[in-house]
Structures are given as C-alpha cells and as structure tokens.
C-alpha cells in the first residue's frame, strides 16, 4: 500500500464516510423515494443475520418484499429472522444456512434455491476479515474464498434466475477500502508477500468493484452495482479489527469534532 494511496483514501474516507459525509450527503436526498412498497418483489441478502444486513432485510420486509436470508450459522440467524418477522409484521422471510466459503455449499444451495423460488435482486453483503492466513477445507484462502470466490459462484449461478424477471438488480456491499489497493491478479492466495487481513480485505474488494463492472457488460438487462456503507459501528467492524476498530472510530470523531469547533457560527 503506497503512502499517495493511504492518504487519499483516508481524506476521502473524512469527507464522504462518516457522519460528515452521510449529512452532506442528506441535502440532496428526497425522503420520499424510500415510501414504496413492494409486495411480490423478492430478494436475497448474504450475510442478514446481524449489521448492515439484517438492517437491509428489515427495512425491505417493513415495505412488503419478500426476503431470503443467506447466513453461515443457523442460531444468531433464526434470531434474526424472528426479529424481522416480529417487527415488520411480514411472515415472508426465509432462512438457508450457506457457507459462503465453501464453493460446493453454494453451488448446492443455487441448484435447489433456481428450482424452488424466483428472483429480482441479489444483495451480496455478507464478508469477512481473517487477519491471519487460514485455509478452508478446500485449500483456500479464508477471505478471497467468501469475500470473491463466493460472491463470483453465487452471483453467477442465480444469474439465470435474475435474468427472468422484471428490473433485476445484483448490489454488491464493496468497500471504499479498495481504493488502497491495484488489482492483483497475481497472488489471489496470499502466499507471495508478508500476510495482511486487512489489505487482503481491500484487494477482496477490488475483486469485487472488478468484476461488477464485467457481469454489467456481460448482462446488460441485469443492473449491477456496487456500494461503500460508510464506516458503520456494526458487530462485523468490530470482529474484524478489534482494538483498531475501536481507535479508529475514535479518531474520526476526534477529527470530525475539531472540525466543527472550528467553523465559524
């Protein structure tokens, strides 16, 4: 990671990240586009057991959607499903327990989910930060096998089902911590230099900007996108960099503090 990358990101992060930038953000955006209803539409989100994903589910159960959740470990995700059903009053929320570092699991669960049940948009939010070098059962590294291994297999697979339906939509949950890093099409293992969880992380997400762009030039009925959430205080952030996560939500606050004490009244 080169010092000129660091800086901009983290001057990009100050501006357009945190609360600063979700305010600035806020003065152009219509309330009103968010009072839809979408009863008969139905989504997927990875990883909707807690953060930004239960969230996600949440609010599209409020507005009717039907909602299938994609989680790893079946108790904390049959707490949640029970939360969205008891707050949004929508019964029609699904649980598959997938592993989505296991390339098999997914290609299971996309054969059985294309028999059973339609789709219009994919939500791939699910991720994660291994700050040591692990291998999965299959010999692959932990974070390049579900942050781009698996959201590749998953997108790929349920492209047929997207493509039948009307205004399908595929929203990859990416991170603006991608800007540290080039694409490196060279070392998807992490074998060839000092191990890093965190710029692993970054180069996920590049993979993950990267190949958006080409499932949007390869189907083009089908919108893609990608998105950065901002430095949100979910349990995820915290799992993933521990003490550091916490030092750098301080920080910002710090900064975004002395920022307002010294703009004139």
């Known amino acids: 990671m080169s010092l000129y990358r660091s800086v901009v990101w983290f001057a990009k992060g100050l501006r357009e990240y945190t609360k600063s930038g979700y305010e600035s953000a806020c003065k152009d ?3 009103h586009d968010l009072e839809v209803q979408i ?5 997927l989100v990875t990883g909707g057991n807690s953060g930004i994903g239960k969230a996600t589910a949440l609010e599209i159960a409020k507005r009717g959607g039907t909602v299938h959740l994609v989680c790893r470990d079946q108790a904390p995700a049959e707490d949640a499903r029970g939360e969205i059903i008891r707050e949004s009053g929508n019964q029609n929320i699904f649980l598959h327990i997938v592993d989505l570092s296991d390339p098999k699991k997914i290609w299971k669960f996309v054969e059985n989910f294309k028999q059973e049940h339609k789709l219009h948009v994919l939500i791939n939010n699910a991720g994660c930060m291994v700050n040591k070098r692990e291998l999965t059962e ?7 096998a ?3 291994l698996g959201v590749y297999i998953l997108t790929t697979g349920l492209i047929p089902v997207l493509e039948k339906e009307h205004d399908p939509r595929v929203i990859t949950v990416s991170s603006g911590g991608m800007l540290v890093q080039k694409l490196n099409t060279n070392d998807l293992q992490s074998e060839r230099t000092p191990f890093d969880g965190t ?4 180069q996920n997400k590049r993979q993950q900007v990267v190949l958006t762009e080409r499932w949007a030039q390869g189907h083009p009925a089908i919108h893609f996108s990608s998105m950065h959430p901002g430095w949100a205080d979910t349990p995820g952030y915290h799992k993933s960099l521990g003490g550091k996560g916490e030092l750098l939500l301080l920080a910002v606050d710090y900064i975004l503090n002395q920022q307002k004490l010294e703009q004139p009244e």
């Open 29 to 31: 955006f219509v309330p």
């Open 39 to 43: 009863p008969g539409r139905v989504f």
């Open 138 to 144: 299959d010999g692959l590294e932990k974070n390049f």
């Open 146 to 148: 579900a942050n781009t």
């Open 199 to 202: 710029m692993v992380y970054a």
